[in-house]
Structure formats: C-alpha cells, structure tokens
C-alpha cells in the first residue's frame, strides 16, 4: 500500500503526517498471578512519530498469548501501512483496517491497530492542551469503579479475604468467578462473598464462556437467590443465539462484549437482544476510534457500556460514554499498581471512585527502564 501526505490546510500549510512507527513488546509480572498459566501481562508500547517532529504513545495488552505475533504485525505491515498518512486517528483507522483484515477481523489485527490508534489520540488531545477526555467529549469528571479479581482459583478463605479488602475500600459493587465443575462449588462461593458484603453491594457473576445453555440456566438459577447485578459471559461470546434465549427466559442481566472484536460484532450483539451492559476492551477492538463508535452505537439501544480492564485509561473514556458506566478494577493489575506508569498518573483510583488528573493527552507515559528490567 502506498500512502501520501499530501493533505492541506485551507491556510495551504501541510497537514502533519504519520513519519514512523516504532513499538517493543514488554512482560509485567502480577503481584496476583491470574492463575498458573498467567502470572504476567503482555503490554505492547508503540511511539508514533509525525512529519513535524512531535511524538504520541500507544500500547497494546494481552494477559496471556500473541504479544510476539502482535509486535510482528506492528513492524511489517502496519508501520509501512500507515507511514504517510495524515495523522488523523479515524482516517488511519479505516486504511489500516482494509489494509490489514486479510489477516482476519480481530484477535491479533485489532491488537495491533489498537496500538497505533492510541497514540494518533494521544497526540490529538495534546495538540490540544487538554486531556484525553476533553477530547472525546468529557461528560462527566469521576466514574463509579467496581472491585474485581480473576479469583476462581482462589480458595474460599482467600476469595472471602478479596471481599473484605473491597468493602474496607468502599466499593460499591464487586464481580467475582464462577464456573468451577460442581455448581455447589459456585454457590458455596457466592453465598460466602455476598454474606461478606453485605444486601446493598452490587454483586456481579462472571463465567468466561465456561457454561453451555443447559448449565447456565441451571448455575442462574441456583445463584439468583443472592441478588445479581448482571452474570457476564455465560456462554460462548459467539452464540448470541443462547445468550439472547438465556437472557429471555432468565430475566437476570447479561454482560458481554470483552470477547467481541468488531463494531458489527456489538451491532449483532446488540440487535439480537443478547446482553444488558456492553464490555468493549480497548485494546481488543482496535482502539479509541471503534470504541467510540460502539459507545455510539449502544446510546442507540439504551444499552449501558462498562469498559473491560485497563482503568488507567478506559477510566478516561468512560467520563466520555454517552450513558453513565463503572470502569472494572482487577485487584493489583492496573498498569499504576503493576508499576509501569511515571507519575503523575492521568487517572486516580481512590478506593470506589476514578477522578481524572487532567494530564495532556491520554497521560500514560510507560515506564519502560523499569518494563525492561521486568522482561528480562
């Protein structure tokens, strides 16, 4: 693909225009590993350089596999891709996507988009002396955070403990793990944590499409009992088919989307009557840009979006969402607790409540001698 700079102002001056892309892959242990197959996360930092010498940084996460395969497509298809475009983040977005969807319409395409994406925002919002969420359309300056754990291979001891950290914090609303082979298992953990928190904490269930239909309804019937919030993910992300029968015939909330890659994957989801809240995760969709459109997109359904992870910077775009959200706090996981961010930080999570700091642009600034040390 050839690109040009070509652009102009109606002033005649050359509108800047993407110069190079550079990006390195990165390991940052867990301080509470998410399991024995994920005791770190893979976090991918790009640097977009523009034609007038000014740079923005992205980044990329996946908690497990395919950094390396990210990384690749981000050195060998999207840097000479983009090199030469006019650095406007929707315009990029959508030559990169034709560019790139021979490699298929998400998992490690979306991925690397993401990475370029957010850095073509961070630039945009610094430009323009402002945060990232004055960018985007700031409607509001805190947002409620729910304490959350990857926590099904805790004990029970353990996941009562989680509990009672998020209540000293003042959290609101929890969301723990279900899914273990003996459904008693689930209700003996539910039953625990919901008695720790107390009747008036919001209590959300999340299975990781560990359910088929015949288990989830029976798992939903056995846990509505202790008063859910929503039960997120109870089946495979793609059988909306299911998921809208479940949410029929159940009534009890549905969350989904952390899983789906696509705008028209929300649209589906959304059409199909599959879900009550909408989980997009930054990052898996391809960035800031299709995360807009799908927060657009679910304005138009009445469906709430509550970003999946990464609060230090899905925090700032839920102060944008057109409808009120909650940003998920993963206990020690954010990229300030995992230790990777230089200060100030953009966001502060105190306790149940995310407040912008107002840094320019989207504020992230890695800390990569200390990434580097870590990946060793």
């Known amino acids: 693909m050839t690109a040009t700079a070509s652009c102009t102002r109606p002033s005649g001056t050359a509108v800047p225009a993407v110069a190079a892309l550079r990006a390195e892959a990165y390991r940052a242990p867990l301080p509470r590993p998410w399991g024995p197959n994920v005791p770190a996360h893979h976090v991918i930092v790009a640097e977009v350089t523009l034609t007038d010498g000014r740079t923005g940084t992205g980044f990329t996460w996946t908690p497990a596999t395919g950094a390396l395969a990210v990384l690749a497509l981000l050195d060998h298809d999207c840097a000479p891709a983009v090199t030469g475009l006019p650095a406007h983040p929707e315009t990029v977005w959508d030559t990169l996507w034709l560019h790139l969807r021979e490699a298929g319409a998400g998992g490690i395409t979306t991925l690397a988009m993401a990475a370029v994406d957010i850095a073509l925002w961070d630039l945009r919002a610094s430009a323009a002396g402002h945060c990232l969420a004055d960018e985007l359309g700031r409607r509001r300056d805190t947002v409620p955070v729910y304490g959350s754990g990857v926590n099904l291979h805790y004990t029970l001891g353990e996941l009562t403990a989680q509990a009672r950290r998020w209540v000293e914090r003042g959290h609101r609303a929890v969301k723990i793990k279900v899914g273990h082979e003996e459904l008693a298992v689930d209700v003996e953990r539910v039953a625990a944590v919901r008695e720790v928190i107390g009747p008036d904490v919001a209590l959300m269930i999340d299975a990781n499409q560990r359910w088929d239909l015949f288990r989830a309804r029976r798992a939903v019937a056995a846990l509505e009992p202790f008063g859910l919030h929503w039960v997120e993910e ?104 995992l230790g990777i961010l230089r200060n100030p930080a953009p966001v502060n999570l105190d306790g149940s409540v995310l407040r912008l700091t107002g840094q320019p642009g989207h504020g992230l600034r890695f800390d990569v001698d200390h990434l580097r040390k870590a990946s060793r």
């Open 234 to 337: 109870p089946l495979p992300a793609d059988d909306l088919a299911g998921q809208a029968r479940l949410r029929r015939d159940t009534g009890v909330p549905l969350a989904a989307g952390e899983n789906v890659r696509t705008v028209r994957g929300f649209r589906d989801l959304l059409t199909a009557e599959a879900c009550d809240v909408l989980q997009p995760n930054v990052a898996r969709v391809g960035g800031i840009t299709p995360f807009r459109r799908i927060g657009e997109l679910a304005r138009a359904f009445d469906v709430p979006v509550h970003p999946h992870l990464l609060p230090d910077l899905s925090g700032q775009l839920a102060c944008a969402l057109p409808l009120p959200a909650m940003v998920e706090d993963v206990e020690d996981a954010s990229f300030a607790r």
